[in-house]
């Protein structure tokens, strides 16, 4: 008697599988593929037997990974990648980063730039990224071009830019774009107010109730620099912190993005509301901001995601680069080389985003049910060689250059290492134009 095989679009062979979520290594596995979602994960030899596929890649020296999540970036950003280096956050931004964006910004700056922004991160195994900056439209365009997922922030601060002029024009404008692309499946929305230090009380209160009503994360710069916190006690007689507390943004919905600056009433105070943290270890190193205290975090239970901060901070949108630097910065600041392990810190830059971003129900692990959104990594190289453990050569061994394959939603977007959507001679030739004109903001 014959046995009716199963019909599925897409069943992915590999050597090795880490869905994250249980941290285990699944040797010899396949996952099978319907409609853009995962339907099965089983051994390779059983889903021969079960599935008829429309299409199988087989990944003879891979791990197969869910897709990354860059918990905190600005993508359109990109194009600004090295045009202050070497400089601390508020001379940087106060000097260099707002005069240009004043001079610059506009729909078609953050469609290039989030274009490059895409481009660079999905060839590198990120399949979704938290956004925060001016334009949203125009970076949902990008993004959908590439076929990336994204969380665009509904931006929110108090000074008037090219694209809007006050903090209700700008969250007016952001709910409108949400409103036009709520049935876009791999468009999300959340609210981003830019920082404590450039959002008052009033547009604060406002974010909290329409985190309520709609249900939407709230995205905000949080204890980056010491400044930033003595400004704060100067002003307001109390830290970044507790004022957003007090103001009733904290709780399982709000992302604070660096935390670099913790005291332990601060720690207990995130871990008791259960806030999250967009861990960005780079972009702090890069703009001497600090060390954020990762280790006590993770030990009261915060959950900690991981984010490249723009390309004009960090330089990389390099997400296995700041998982390898994650870890160690641990290990070296508390002197226990067994902190942040391998299995963690892909955690991080996988499922505990997805955590952040409401968004656990669909993406950040390779299990049945959820999207397709997923990446291989190829350990063939002679660099990778001898691989006793597949997972520790993710994070200590290999890099985004090991990206063969990225799915998002069961649509192939990168090939063999090679983008799937067209366009890339037309960026190339915006991406020049950008730097002719941005060279005198030096």
Same mark, same amino acid.
């Given at each position: 008697?014959?046995?009716?095989?199963?019909?599925?679009?897409?069943?992915?062979?590999?050597?090795?599988?880490?869905?994250?979520?249980?941290?285990?290594?699944?040797?010899?596995?396949?996952?099978?593929?319907?409609?853009?979602?995962?339907?099965?994960?089983?051994?390779?030899?059983?889903?021969?037997?079960?599935?008829?596929?429309?299409?199988?890649?087989?990944?003879?020296?891979?791990?197969?990974?869910?897709?990354?999540?860059?918990?905190?970036?600005?993508?359109?950003?990109?194009?600004?990648?090295?045009?202050?280096?070497?400089?601390?956050?508020?001379?940087?931004?106060?000097?260099?980063?707002?005069?240009?964006?004043?001079?610059?910004?506009?729909?078609?700056?953050?469609?290039?730039?989030?274009?490059?922004?895409?481009?660079?991160?999905?060839?590198?195994?990120?399949?979704?990224?938290?956004?925060?900056?001016?334009?949203?439209?125009?970076?949902?365009?990008?993004?959908?071009?590439?076929?990336?997922?994204?969380?665009?922030?509904?931006?929110?601060?108090?000074?008037?830019?090219?694209?809007?002029?006050?903090?209700?024009?700008?969250?007016?404008?952001?709910?409108?774009?949400?409103?036009?692309?709520?049935?876009?499946?791999?468009?999300?929305?959340?609210?981003?107010?830019?920082?404590?230090?450039?959002?008052?009380?009033?547009?604060?209160? +406002?974010? %909290? &109730? @329409?985190? $309520?009503?709609?249900? *939407?994360?709230?995205?905000?710069? =949080?204890?980056?620099?010491?400044?930033?916190?003595?400004?704060?006690?100067?002003?307001?007689?109390?830290?970044?912190?507790?004022?957003?507390?007090?103001?009733?943004?904290?709780?399982?919905?709000?992302?604070?993005?660096?935390?670099?600056?913790?005291?332990?009433?601060?720690?207990?105070?995130?871990?008791?509301?259960?806030?999250?943290?967009?861990?960005?270890?780079?972009?702090?190193?890069?703009?001497?901001?600090?060390?954020?205290?990762?280790?006590?975090?993770?030990?009261?239970?915060?959950?900690?995601?991981?984010?490249?901060?723009?390309?004009?901070?960090?330089?990389?949108?390099?997400?296995?680069?700041?998982?390898?630097?994650?870890?160690?910065?641990?290990?070296?600041?508390?002197?226990?080389?067994?902190?942040?392990?391998?299995?963690?810190?892909? +955690?991080? %830059? &996988? @499922?505990? $985003?997805?955590?952040? *971003?409401?968004?656990?129900?669909? =993406?950040?692990?390779?299990?049945?049910?959820?999207?397709?959104?997923?990446?291989?990594?190829?350990?063939?190289?002679?660099?990778?060689?001898?691989?006793?453990?597949?997972?520790?050569?993710?994070?200590?061994?290999?890099?985004?250059?090991?990206?063969?394959?990225?799915?998002?939603?069961?649509?192939?977007?990168?090939?063999?290492?090679?983008?799937?959507?067209?366009?890339?001679?037309?960026?190339?030739?915006?991406?020049?134009?950008?730097?002719?004109?941005?060279?005198?903001?030096?």
């Amino acid at each position: 008697m014959t046995t009716q095989l199963e019909t599925i679009d897409l069943l992915i062979e590999s050597r090795w599988i880490a869905p994250v979520d249980p941290d285990i290594v699944l040797k010899n596995h396949a996952v099978a593929i319907r409609h853009g979602r995962i339907v099965a994960i089983l051994p390779t030899s059983e889903a021969r037997d079960r599935f008829s596929p429309t299409e199988k890649v087989t990944l003879g020296e891979h791990i197969l990974i869910p897709g990354l999540i860059n918990l905190h970036t600005h993508a359109a950003m990109s194009l600004m990648r090295g045009l202050a280096d070497d400089l601390p956050l508020m001379t940087w931004l106060q000097q260099h980063i707002w005069p240009a964006e004043a001079n610059h910004v506009s729909a078609q700056f953050v469609l290039d730039g989030t274009r490059l922004a895409c481009a660079e991160m999905l060839r590198g195994g990120i399949t979704c990224f938290n956004d925060m900056y001016y334009f949203p439209e125009a970076a949902a365009a990008a993004a959908s071009e590439l076929g990336m997922r994204t969380v665009l922030g509904i931006t929110a601060i108090e000074f008037p830019t090219a694209y809007a002029n006050d903090a209700d024009d700008y969250l007016n404008k952001g709910l409108a774009v949400r409103e036009k692309l709520l049935d876009d499946p791999l468009i999300h929305f959340c609210l981003a107010p830019h920082a404590p230090y450039t959002v008052a009380d009033k547009t604060f209160e +406002r974010i %909290a &109730t @329409l985190s $309520g009503q709609l249900n *939407l994360p709230i995205h905000c710069h =949080i204890h980056e620099t010491r400044q930033e916190i003595e400004e704060s006690l100067t002003r307001h007689q109390k830290t970044p912190l507790q004022r957003l507390h007090e103001l009733g943004l904290l709780g399982p919905g709000f992302i604070g993005v660096h935390g670099v600056h913790l005291n332990d009433d601060d720690l207990q105070l995130l871990s008791e509301t259960g806030s999250n943290i967009a861990h960005c270890p780079t972009s702090n190193l890069k703009l001497a901001s600090g060390f954020a205290p990762v280790a006590q975090m993770l030990q009261l239970g915060i959950n900690v995601g991981l984010g490249t901060d723009g390309a004009a901070s960090n330089n990389r949108l390099d997400l296995f680069n700041e998982m390898r630097l994650a870890s160690l910065l641990v290990k070296g600041l508390t002197g226990d080389a067994s902190a942040l392990p391998a299995h963690q810190a892909l +955690r991080m %830059a &996988t @499922l505990n $985003g997805a955590i952040a *971003l409401g968004l656990s129900d669909e =993406i950040g692990s390779i299990s049945t049910g959820k999207s397709a959104d997923l990446c291989a990594v190829s350990l063939a190289d002679i660099n990778c060689r001898p691989c006793y453990d597949p997972v520790s050569h993710l994070i200590n061994v290999a890099g985004r250059e090991s990206v063969t394959h990225v799915w998002i939603a069961g649509k192939c977007c990168v090939d063999h290492k090679t983008l799937s959507a067209n366009g890339q001679n037309d960026l190339e030739s915006a991406i020049a134009l950008w730097q002719n004109a941005l060279e005198v903001c030096v």
